[in-house]
C-alpha cells in the first residue's frame, strides 16, 4: 500500500475512530562403515536418521469451509497442478493450478502455491502432486474456528491458577490481547455465547480477581510480600480500566470496582514519579481517559504520547495507541495520527514480507520467534479491522495455516479441536501466544459473520 493510500487510511482511521509418507524425501544419507573400519561383534544400532521433509505443505488441522485455503509447495521440481483428493475414496474431487514457482537460493528448492478456497465440500482429505506426492490429511469443516477458539480457551483456563507477582505483566499482556479482541468483535462472541456473560469475557474476569488480589487496597501498588511493584502495579492500572470499560454492559458494579482499582494504581503510581516504562504508562492513562473522561488522565496520555510520537519497535505501545485513537471523548486528532501512522506502516511492512516469502506470511516460527507470528496477526487484525482489506485477511488466514502445518519443518503448532494435537509441540506456551490465536480465530471468523 503506497503513501496516498496510507494518508487515505488514516484519514479515514481519524474518521471511524474518533499426510501421506509418499510426500517425504530424505535430504540427508545416514552414515555408512567403511571397509577399513574393524568389524563389530554385536550389531551397531547407533546411526544418524535421514532428515525427511514433506513438500506438500497444508494447514494439518484443518480449514472452515468459506475460509481463505492455500496449500504450499517445496522441491527440486514442481508440477503445474495439484490435486484433491478425497481421503476414504481416494477419489479426486478438485483439481487447480499451481502458482509463483520461484527458486530459493537457501533451501536449493522451487517454492509454489496453489489456492482452493473454492472448494467448501465437508471432508477429510490430502492433495497429491506429480513429483513430489502428498500432504498430511486435513479436514474442512463448518464451525471449525469456533472449535478451536473454545479448546483454546480451555488451555487458558488451566493456566490460571494462584496468581504470584511475577506473573503480571504475563497475564496482563494476554488479557489486553483478549479485551482488544473482545472489542474489536463483539458481534462474535456475542453470537457464538447462550450464556449472559460469553465464555470469553467471564473467564477474563476470573484472572481480574486473582490480579485485584496482589493490589494493596490502600497504596494501590501491586505487592510481593512486603515489596511494591512498581512496573505490574502500571500493567494492572491499565488492563483494569480496560477491563471495566469493557464489561459495564454485564455488571456495572463489579466494573465500577475494577475501575476504581486501576485509579488506586494511578494514584501510587504517581507518587512513584518517572520509574515505570513510559509506554505502559501511556497505556494507563489512555485506558483510564477513556473509562472515565477526566482532565488529568487526558493530559497525562497527550504528554506521554507525544514523547513516544517516535518510538520504534515497542509492541505494547500498540494497545495504547489504538485506545487513545477510538475513545469517543475529546483527542489530539494530529497525535493520533501520528501514532497510528506507525502501525499502519508495520502492517505494510508484513504485507511486503509475504510477497516473497517462501511460507507467504514473511515471517517465520524458528526458535523463540513463533511470538512473532502472533504480534504479526495483531498488527494485521488491527487494520483490516479499520481499512477491511481483503489482503489483509487472506494474509492473518496464512498465518494460521503456517502454524498448523504449512511452515519450514511442517510441523503443527496449533490445538486440534479434539485434542489430538498439543498446542505448541515441543514448545512452552505462555497464555499470551494462547490469546493471540484465540484473536487469530476471532479474527477469520468475524468474515464469516460479514459474508453471512
Known sequence: MGKVKRITALLLVLT?????????????????????????????????????TVGVLVNQIGYDTDAPK???????????EFHIVDAATKEVVFTGELEKAEYEENTGEYNSYGDFTSFAQ?????????????????DIQDGLYEELSAHALELLKEKREAVKAADVADICRCLSVLL?????????????SEEAVPPLMAEIRSYVEELLLLQDEKSGAVMEGDTQRSQETVWV?????????????YDSTYATVCLQAADRAWRFLEKQGEETEAVLRFFAAAELYRATGQSRYYNAANRLGEALKTEQNNRTLLFGVLTYSSTKRKVDMDLCAELMSGIFEEAEQIAVNAQTDAYLIGSGAKGESLENIFWDV???????????????????????????????????YVPGAGGERELFEGITTSRFQLAGYIMLLTEMMSHENKES
Not at 26 to 46: K, N
Not at 70 to 80: I, S
Open 16 to 52: 471511524i475512530l474518533a499426510g501421506c509418507a509418499a510426500g517425504r524425501t530424505s535430504s540427508e544419507e545416514p552414515t555408512r562403515q567403511t571397509a577399513l573400519e574393524p568389524m563389530e561383534e554385536a550389531p551397531v544400532l547407533d546411526y544418524d536418521v535421514p532428515v525427511m
Open 70 to 80: 492455500t496449500v504450499v509447495l517445496r522441491g527440486k521440481k514442481l508440477p503445474e
Open 122 to 138: 465437508e471432508g477429510s482429505y490430502y492433495i497429491e502432486c506429480d513429483y513430489i506426492g502428498c500432504s498430511y490429511e486435513f
Open 180 to 192: 482488544l479482541s473482545y472489542e474489536l468483535y463483539p458481534q462474535v462472541y456475542d453470537a457464538k
Open 237 to 249: 492500572s491499565a488492563v483494569l480500566a480496560k477491563f471495566s470499560y469493557n464489561y459495564q454492559s
Open 378 to 412: 495483531l498488527v494485521l487484525s488491527v487494520i483490516d479491522y479499520i481499512i477491511t482489506n481483503q489482503e489483509y485477511a487472506t494474509l492473518i488466514a496464512r498465518h494460521h495455516d503456517y502454524l498448523a502445518g504449512a511452515n519450514e519443518m511442517a510441523a503443527c
